[in-house]
Nanobody, 124 residues
């Protein structure tokens, strides 16, 4: 069983930065083996995969955030992060972290485990 709890969302002006955190409750073995990632969904829009990191640390990013967002994980703290820089109004969305044994950003299925989401609002 994996539980995910996001934090770090908030309101920021365009050009600003935020760091999202996702606390992962799972065994150390599960944490090491699982792939994890971030999704977002804006009102009236489809959910979008933002970034993923797999068990060996390889990362993938959506084109819309490449060069601005960085996904990372701290195994000592069982925490996943999303550093978001140069934020734009179009980054406004609810952000969710997710985990799955084999999922990657461009997989054709959704991860098994999801957090409850944290809101990010970017004003112009």
């Amino acid at each position: 069983q994996v539980q995910l709890v996001e934090s770090g969302g908030g309101s920021v002006q365009a050009g600003g930065s935020l760091r999202l955190s996702c606390a992962v409750s799972a065994s150390a073995r599960t944490y090491r083996r699982y792939s994890m990632g971030w999704f977002r969904q804006a009102p009236g829009k489809e959910r979008e995969g933002v970034a993923s990191i797999d068990s060996d640390g390889s990362t993938s990013y959506a084109d819309s955030v490449k060069g601005r967002f960085t996904i990372s994980k701290d195994s000592a703290k069982n925490t996943l992060y999303l550093q978001m820089n140069s934020l734009k109004p179009e980054d406004t969305a609810m952000y969710y972290c997710a985990a799955d044994p084999f999922w990657a950003l461009y997989s054709d299925y959704d991860p098994n485990y999801w957090g409850q989401g944290t809101q990010v609002t970017v004003s112009s």
